[in-house]
């Protein structure tokens, strides 16, 4: 096209597409070569006409670090294509950084920060070069968008004392010519660079506590009002020694106290204070009565100052929001302290509370989702989740706060329509990001067109893109798992399971990327594989933030592997269905006994590489099976990773059918494999069930993991009992008499017999217990709950907290609050909130009853044919 027409705009199509080719890693230096000798030909003859085939063309460079040549460029007379000249300084420092030229590079970074003072990314570009560092420059190119680092790593160890002591004096004679010239009280960026120069001092060895806590106090003043002033500041927080810590919140609260400012921005100051502290872990080394009173003060200074809101928008954030957050925090840390009911309520009643006032507020939507989830009410947290409203590339982002605990519940409608959502908007996304690049490459876009090829293979590579790819199907087939047929017609479509295994196959050779947000999670549950309120209380001296980052490393490492242990369970479920009907089939043919072989050594080869998710060899997990099966080892051995050993233990029992491997005595060996999986199901499903109190009363209970029993391990083997049977008795066939087969049909009929008494008795006690929970009164439930709020007379507990909620509602002026607020402070009801919380248990323990109904149907039903 470029040769016909002539136009600029295809050669830059032409180039923008090598480019692209050479980034996903399907050419190199020659392809760059080539690009740019046609950019230099036409550069010749035409010249160049838009600002953005230069930025092309000094990428190009970049790429092949030619950083001279395109300064040289930028310098040219190409050069004015750039209109704005802060815009052409940015990328002539940028590029003389890269080439290693610092002393210039700060120069130009210098002119940067005069031209636009409250440019923090490039101050800090300004300050490495200085320090002759080029940390941001080897760590820039390749930083993470989800995830941004708050900070720079930085190399100052190849600095004397001397070098570092001048560049730190010139950085700083800089900063106070910023500070004297700034026009604005807005401009935040020369303040947080005197705190960034203390921070560099502090990484060479020279700081001073003093200074610091001076420049930070300092900033406090000036901005502790803001919303921002925390996270500004968390980098700076954490290079203090614990006992300065505790210097800077006292002189913290002095500064607080100041009587000369509005009450607007003393709220803000008092909430900067408090998130501070909370940011410090101040609050973990608290004893339980000086929480209750933090909690308090800040339920307390919310309503105080609702008249603060009185003429702001609905849409419009209040003043005073993150009091409720704070304050339903440390609730949760004295539920997981003390254990006491009556916190986790007043937790739950604190953010509905918010949310009758202003129900936009997504920060208490995402605590409550968590909270919810945690106690039961999957079902609540769920249309907690539905109102976020989460849409487009939000979906691969938030996605992670409700999908892990959906797909451990027994809300199959609700947890289709999650994966259907999602898998729809990535494929949708995927078939229209050649559109969006068409779309830049035809509006002259070019770095856009590299983005979006970019953003599109980042979500090519999406962990959760390809877990949601797998437990779709997983969903199909225990939505099946009552009818063989039906089940066989899934595997069918998922060419029996042969579709995950290849799309988990190159999970080793692809790196997967992670999207989710997991910053906006509550502090008790960082990743969606840890939760603090399911285990006992870690001491004061625990602080889980100061963990966060390594548990999130840890949660990344394993999903590769839960990924591709889930993608072989379709088709070890299709081997086992075959291997269970073919062991039984009368007169089989001698291709068929091949194929009999075949499906035993592919499903032993499944059971290997299982074996191996568990920590074990094939070997040695038979052995833990045998050893708990005889009491020889504690059933605790597999309490940390249940429902893989007991899904392991199923497929075993449907592989040793034809295998005939296991056991000292070839002729009854086959009993004893089943007589393992139905002792397994048997004594960790009613051990479950025992050890489950009232699920109103007991948070946290292992309700999601006999779920997972019931719908996974225990339905797979129910498949086999089903295949079994069937092969057993086929309909329309004259069974022979006499023989062999004859006799081993006949033990088979009594052990699958004995397997489908079991399997009906388990689901029948699951539920029994589930119509028990279901049909206590309403009235007594919600008694539990409210009454676990009460005030007790002169005694530490929860209800102080409630107690100032109702004052709150009581003494409603609405001429001081306005009539959006006082409307709404009058439709609080805390028994609103209790019915919700029951109605939520209810809706999944009724779907799960639903489910074990339908099991112990179909069971039944089987048992009359056996």
Known sequence: MYKIVGEERFLLWAVCSIQLQVLCGNGGEKLLLLAEGLLKKHIASHSLHEPEALIVYISLLEQQSKYRDALEILSGKLGSLIMLEVDRLRIEGRLLARAGDYVAAADVFQKVLELCPDDWEYFLHYLGCLLQDDSSWCNGTNGDPIHPSKSVDCKLSHLTDEVFDSCIANASAFVQKLLASASNDSVRCPHLAKLEIERRKFLFGKGDDDKLMEALMQYFLRFGHLACSTSDVEVFLDMLSQDKKTKLVEKLMEGCESPSITLTKALGKSITLFKVQEFLGNFFTLAVRDLEGIAVQMVEMYCKNLALSKDLDVQESMHGEELLTMASNILVQLFWRTKHLGYLVEAIMVLEFGLTIRRYVWQYKISLLHLYSHWGALSLAYQWYKSLDVKNILLETVSHHILPQMLMSPLWVDLGDLLRDYLKFMDDHFKESADLAFLAYRHRNYSKVIE?????????????????????????????????????????????????????SDIGCTSLTFNEDLQLRPWWTPTYDKNYLSGPFEGTACCPRGDKQRQIKQAEENVPKVIERRSLLPRMIYLSIQCASSFVKENIETNGSAFNSKVSLELKILLERYAKFLGFSFQDAIEVLF?????????????????????????????????NELGPDKDTCRPDTWHIVNSLIEKYVLEKLRSMGPLISSPGCDLHLLVQLVTEPLAWHGLVVQSCVRSLHPSGKRKKKGGSAEQTNSQLSRVVSDSIQTLCCVVEEVAIWLREQIKKPMDTN???????????EKSEGPGKVSQILETCVSSVSHVELGDRISQALKSWNPADVARKIVTGESTVMSQFLRICESKVKSLKALKLQV
């Open 627 to 659: 050893a708990i099966s005889s009491e020889k080892k504690s059933s605790e051995a597999l309490s940390s990773d249940l429902i893989n050993w007991m899904n392991f233990a199923v497929f075993l029992n449907a592989w040793n059918l034809n295998s």
């Open 782 to 792: 919600m008694e539990i709950i409210l009454s676990s709020i009460q005030v007790k």
């Open 452 to 504: 979006f090829v970019q953003f599109k293979e980042r979500l090519q590579r999406s962990s959760q893109y390809l877990m949601a790819q797998i437990e779709a199907p997983i969903l199909q087939l225990k939505q099946n798992a009552d009818n063989v047929e039906e089940e066989e017609s899934v595997l069918e479509s998922l060419k029996y399971g042969i579709l995950l295994i290849e799309l988990s």
